[in-house]
Each structure stands twice: as C-alpha cells, then as structure tokens.
C-alpha cells in the first residue's frame, strides 16, 4: 500500500531531548513507510537520508554508509515520494529558498516535503557521535556533534516542512538533510551559501505519528520536567 | 481495515480557536476510520459522540440527534472500539479519576480512549450553538454555550487522552464527551461530582491525523495571529 498523501513518523523529536535514545524502530520497518525520509540511528548514531529507497547514514567521522535493515532508530520520517516541480532556484540563499518555497506553495499549516537537487556552495552539515546507555540528554549529545563543510557540491537537499502547531512532535518548520551526488558527504544541513537547481514538492493530507509503545523507557518518563522546546531550538536550529 | 491501535483525528483543535469551522469531513467517512468517537458538527453544531456505530448528537436545545453519513465536521476523533478492562471506580471524583487512570495505565506519553459506564451525580454538561459564515471566534462561541444538568444519570463518559506535547493538537490530557443511557442528556463533560462503574481502557500505538487540505480558508490562514493555547485551555478546560 503505497499511499503517497502520507507522511509517517516515528517516536517525537521531543523524545530525543531527556535522552530517549533506544532504538526502537527497524530501518526495515521504516522503509515499508516509504522510499525517501530522514532520521537518526540509536544513541544518535549519525543522520540518515533515504532516497530511492536507499538508506544513507552520515556518521560523526563524516562517512556515508548504507545501513541495513536491523539498523534501530529512536526517531525517523518516511514517505513513498510522488514529487511535483515546484520551481527553479538560480543562486538562491536558504532564508531565500524557504521564503520562496512557503510563498509559492501557500500551504503554511500543513506537512510536506521538499526536494531540492542542484549545485550548492558553503554546505555546512553536522553529524552527531552515538552514545551508549544511560544515553546523554541532547544538549549534552549536540556538545560531541562534528562539523563538516564544502565549498561547493552537487547534491540533494531532502526537506520536511511541519506546521509550527507540530513544533516538538517534529521540527516547526523545515528539517534539511543532505547527501552529496557522488554519496560521500552529507548531514544535518546547518546552512548553505547559495543553490541552483530544481525545487520539487509533495504535500500530505495525513501525518501517520507512531509511538515507541513497547520503550519503556519512554512509556514512564515525564517530559514536565524537560526543556523540551528551548533545547530542541538550541540544538537543531 | 479495523486497526484497532490507531486513532484518527480529523482537523486540529487549534483550528476551532479562529473559527476554521467549515465541515470538512463527513460523518459517513468519520465513521470508515471508527466505530467510537468525538467530534463537533459544522460551525460548532453542538457535541458529538459515537457509540457502537451510532453518532449522537448533544445540540444546543440539548436534544440527543442521530446524524446522518452526510453530517459534516471540522474537527472529529474516532476508532474501532477494543477497549480492555481497566479499573472499578465507587463514589469517585472526575479529578480522582483521572489521577487513578494515569496511575493505573503508566501511560503518559502516548494516546489513548476510555471509557466509564455507570452512575454519575451531579453531572454538568456544555453544547455550543452554530454559527454561520462567517463563522465566530471560539471565544465568541463559547459565550453561546448551553449548559445542561443532571443531579443523577447513568450513562457512558467516552475519553481521549492525549500527550501534553500534543496539546493544541488535541485536547492535552483528558477530553471527555458523555451520553446518558437513556439517549436523553449529553455533551461535553464540564464536571461531574462523582461516578461509580466500569472503567475501560484501549491505547494506541498511532496517531493518524488527518488535515482538511481542500479547504482554503485553512491552507491560508495564519496561526501566528491567533492565542491558540489561552483560547483553547479557556474554552476547553
């Protein structure tokens, strides 16, 4: 059942604040929720990007490796892709790209997922290092988090948009992820200089948002006395 | 396909709050996703409330209506009912309630229904009045609100619980909707003094929320404007 109006999610970005960290979804399981997503692995191994069914990690040495279907993951979004042309960007900043995409889509209260594949200068991308049990809250995690750049790079720029409503369940706004074209650089995109190609969207009229119901751990924690929203913001604007 | 681990939300509550309130979403496809459920009828047409299959309606005269499939709704829950046993209740308060079946399930963090068959004193009802295009504020319809009593009644309080992270999207905690068995009395629970029955329980591993993407009024509109939170916990509480 490829159902492409729906966006899946699983566990809350919030979980990943108190240091919720177990994996409790399979890539495999993942991946019969779409061909294209993001996510990160258990302990905050690395960030992933699926594309083409695909599954791509970037781990905090910099590497891509393709994982495999037991690969455990505490939070991840997947959908089967059916992207339309929305529009070409010609040496576009971020702030530029988002604004134009949000102007030219009118859809600010509802999930998508942008597409962005072209040239891009100043790619700044962050990887995080996996901790072990008793897993390190995400401030602490975000303190370990390598940093990598390019001065220009071909590539794909894989994008969720959440209405600000959602902020916490998922990222309030636009959550890149990136992967070179030749597969050998990519992250949490932080920011890029300009891009040039070609913006694709898929809008959803359902956010599927599945719960880590057999975690424990996650079942008994109370979130009252978390930060929850000022470390999100801290750690992934 | 009766997956009874998911339940649907069509709409956001937050959208009641600057009167988003076209019906986008019939009874007839509110009733596909569950046999059990909550919801309010087009610019707030009273409180609804399925059980078994039927969809009541709790009106602002305080009648109890039956709907039919081509009823519409701006904001609905519903699933297919396979709640287990959870607790025997005697002379309870609605907050002692609450507080047992948190205690009891341990489930904060994930959604779930109950549902209390017995006796209630002192039970206080809400149902708002429709309102036409264009349609009111939550906080102007809220003053047209009826309220109905009862000193002793049998019937079933129907529950949603959802997660504090959710609150905006749903009701965060408890929601309660109540039918007298009789068929006679209802609405949205305000209070009730005390309750002695069955309590039972089904929980959900899936949130599948569902947005009214056809309609433009909610596509164009901007939230930033708006008190969701105060308007909501002031209307709602």
Redesign the interface.
Known sequence: MTNTTVLYQHG?L?LLVPGLLAGTLTMGELLQHGDTGIGTGEGLDGELIILDGTPYQVDSAGRVNVVADAFTLPFANSHFAAYKPLMTVIAATRSAVEKQILATA??????FSVKLTGTFTDVTTRAVAKSQPPYDSLAETARHQSIFKRKQVEGTLLSYYA????D??AVGGFHHHFLSADHDFGGHLLEFGQASGTVMIQ?????????P?ADAA???????QDN?MADLHQAEG
């Open positions: 809350t919030a009118e859809q600010p209260n509802i999930f209405p600000q409503l959602f916490g369940v809008t959803f009229a359902t956010l599927e948002q599945h719960f119901v996650y079942q008994h924690h109370d979130f009252s929850i």
